[in-house]
């Protein structure tokens, strides 16, 4: 199920035209052509250049705050001046004409889907631009007090030293509280899942596709490399997100 023809695209617009419930999940893979870089393409990818453990680990983190800091603040700036691409575009779009029937389920802590219409993303790995304690602050001066007042990198609490970082989930570390439990529902409730330029190598979201496929959706993969959980699709659509998107959601 590698090749895929005009009859299998006409046949997921028709699915996606009469489903009741769509899900998607996207990957990395979804904001490569609005210029964010993925983590796991050869040389593009941040994870073939970056240690990941040295820059997603809360142990990293405390072994070289400031740069990791600088590493996120540079990666902030990319997504601000990141703009949504023709496949966030061809989901708002569909999200829009059919009021309550797509959940969006999304591994990318870029902003691009909000920006497009999907305000209600379900985010599994947090969000880039907004900051949170280390740890749990007892002094709680408010985030935008200490980043704009408090010189540094990364910014300090001014009582007790505790530090502001990124508020993105790192290896290891808990989900945001309920989003895999509302995420497993979208996949479990669909007739038909996309799954977007992921590769599927991390759990638990890359599970979601196997949770559609045993309740009897129909799961198409939208990416123009193999991933690890192509045996979990009907159809592997070998193109891009902005290439095969509008093809797929346009108009129906
Ligand atoms: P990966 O970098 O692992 O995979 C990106 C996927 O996107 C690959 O399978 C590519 O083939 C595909 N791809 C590249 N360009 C594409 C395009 N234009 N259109 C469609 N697909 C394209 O990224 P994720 O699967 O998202 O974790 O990685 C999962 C998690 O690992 C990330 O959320 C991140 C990372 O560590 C956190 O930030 C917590």
Known sequence: MTQHTDRDIADLRTRLATAR????????GMSAESGIPTFRD????????????????????????????DWYA??????????????????GAYAQRH??????VTQNVDDLHQRAGNGDTLRLHGDILLD???????????????????????????HCGNLVRPGV????????DGAMEAAQQAAFECDVMLVVGTSGAVWPAAGLAQVA????AHVAIVNPQPSEIDD???????????????????GV
């Open 21 to 28: 419930k769509v899900c998607v999940l996207t990957g990395a």
């Open 42 to 69: 050869a040389q593009t990818g941040y994870w073939s250049r970056f240690d990941p453990m040295q820059l997603a680990s809360e142990a990293g983190f405390r072994a070289d705050p400031r740069m990791v800091w």
């Open 74 to 91: 540079e990666r902030r700036e990319g997504v601000r001046r990141a703009q949504p691409n023709a496949g966030h575009l061809a989901l």
């Open 99 to 104: 009021p309550g029937r797509l959940t969006l």
């Open 132 to 158: 949170r304690w280390l740890e749990r602050c007892t002094h709680q001066p408010s985030l935008t007090d200490v980043s704009g007042a408090v010189p540094g990198r990364p910014p300090k609490c001014p």
């Open 169 to 176: 989930v790192w290896f290891g570390e808990m989900l945001p």
């Open 213 to 216: 496929h045993e309740a009897g």
């Open 232 to 250: 979990q699709a009907h159809l592997c659509l070998r193109g891009t997100a902005a290439g095969v998107l509008p093809r797929v959601l346009d």
